[in-house]
């Protein structure tokens, strides 16, 4: 079967750029290894966490706050499978949203594990058994990436866990250690923590979300340790020992030698990702892979093999989702013959714990590295009306601005709406604003969004209005 494109990977660069191409005029073939469309972030990732997150906030809130505003609800209980569950639905729904946008762009999906067979050539090979040759003059690798598990941790998929089964755990944990402190990690030992688990996180460096600000670290540490989860930073583990109904962990201070070991239900190990490449053939036409398993490739999202393309986490870049979809669309637009543009310093990140942390463009640590003369513009939520309405004052937001030309280089956000907020900044920084120019928009009161507008008036001459 002959195609202009065929696309191998189903998740969110992948679909992203099969919809692309298809609305570009190309004939598209999207294979896909599971039964389900979407990959890691519509299954197992992304969506599913998100939906648990909401969910365990929820019931945090309730036990906690509904007090404060005058909800009396009787005797709070968890019902872990019903959150579970609804968690599933939105999962189902999802997938099934990814479906029909194939169908609508007359896409052909095929299910079953795809490999190059040589030039222009991908074979297919169904979970029954049978097998398809697809051929076109246009490939794109989107296969996505799979848990970093040592093989010393004794990852077992019951008691040694990565993300993909935590999202699965239908009765409360007593107790779970995670191994790394980077986003993963704490935003799903929030939901066990917020739900009553005794969570502790051992990190290997000496602050958690170590690529995000240092402000943001040590504001979203203090947050985290309100809600119980206990840090280990400076920490290597040395042992991890699954039993049936335990897993024992041992770790070792850098910094002093001491050695802890700890007795808990779950040990999930959160320590990265890596690019998803097993038995797609890439021998056979001649491709291979750096020292950390992604594939390299030119400016054009080119592999070294012409006419075959790389996207997503199987390439250099932050594993995230809105990457994956932000290339997905560049290729297939370059493969139309347009000239397509990715600023890749202005794709945001976030962490989804509450509060919220997101931030695009440098860290202060970056530009202080880089020698670049910069000021700084801070707003605490607690000095925001809509926080105190809300009871959401945890939190600020730091502007960093080029000294010389007032030019915003760096947004960082630990607060409620953080990842919606922090839109915004992208946008001033994609038309390269100034904080003045930030300072200068309206914005609506009362929002969370004007504490942006302040810690940008805050770097423009120290102006902040409300504090």
């Not at 056979?284 to 790389?310: C, F, M, Q, W």
Request: aromatic share 6%; charged share 25%; with cysteine.
């Amino acid at each position: 079967m002959s195609f202009d494109l065929i696309i191998i990977g189903s998740g969110p660069g992948g679909y992203v750029a099969a919809i692309r191409a298809a609305q570009l005029g190309m004939k598209v073939a999207l294979v896909e290894r599971y039964p389900t469309l979407g990959g890691t972030c519509l299954n197992v990732g992304c969506i599913p966490s998100k939906a648990l997150l909401d969910s365990s906030e929820h019931f945090h809130q309730a036990a906690t706050h509904f007090s404060d505003h005058g909800i009396g609800i009787g005797k709070l209980s968890l019902d872990l499978p019903a959150m579970v569950a609804r968690k599933n639905a939105v999962v189902d729904a999802t997938v099934k949203g990814i479906e029909f946008l194939m169908k609508k762009n007359r896409i052909e999906v095929f299910h079953g594990h795809g490999s190059f067979v040589g030039p222009g050539r991908v074979q297919v090979k169904k979970a029954e058994g049978e097998t398809l040759l697809l051929e076109a003059p246009k490939i794109i690798i989107a296969t996505g990436s799979k848990p970093v598990v040592p093989s010393g941790f004794g990852f077992d998929k019951k008691r040694v866990i990565t993300s993909t089964e935590a999202l699965q755990i239908d009765k409360l944990p007593g107790s779970m250690l995670i191994i790394g402190g980077g986003v993963i990690g704490l935003e799903l030992g929030s939901v066990f923590a917020r739900l009553g688990t005794k969570v502790e996180v051992v990190e290997y460096l000496d602050r958690i979300v170590a690529g995000m600000d240092g402000d943001c670290s040590r504001e979203l540490q203090r947050s985290l340790k309100k809600l119980g989860i206990e840090f280990h930073l400076g920490c290597q583990v040395t042992d991890v020992k699954p039993g049936a109904r335990k897993v024992k962990v041992a770790y070792e201070s850098h910094k002093d030698g001491t050695r802890s070991a700890k007795e808990v239900d779950y040990c999930l190990v959160a320590i990265g990702r890596r690019p998803y490449t097993v038995g797609l053939g890439l021998e056979t036409i001649g491709l291979s892979t750096d020292d950390k398993g992604r594939i390299p490739v030119n400016d054009h999202l080119e592999t070294a093999v012409p006419g075959v393309y790389a996207i997503g986490d199987v390439v250099a870049g932050p594993m995230l989702a809105h990457k994956a979809e932000e290339e997905g669309v560049f290729v297939a637009e370059v493969l139309a013959g347009q000239k397509p543009h990715i600023a890749y310093h202005l794709i945001p990140g976030v962490v989804y714990t509450w509060p919220e942390v997101a931030a695009v463009g440098h860290t202060e640590e970056a530009l202080k590295e880089a020698g670049t003369p910069y000021k700084t513009g801070k707003f605490p939520f607690r000095a925001l009306g809509r926080a105190r309405a809300s009871m959401d004052t945890e939190g600020m937001v730091k502007v960093l601005a080029d000294a010389r030309t007032d030019e915003i280089l760096g947004v960082h956000i630990v607060g409620a709406r953080a990842a919606d907020l922090i839109a915004e900044a992208v946008a001033l920084m994609e038309f390269r604003a100034t904080a003045e120019d930030a300072s200068r928009m309206s914005h609506a009161h009362p929002t969370f969004a004007e504490a942006f507008k302040e810690a940008c008036l805050a770097a423009t001459a120290d102006r902040a209005i409300h504090i």
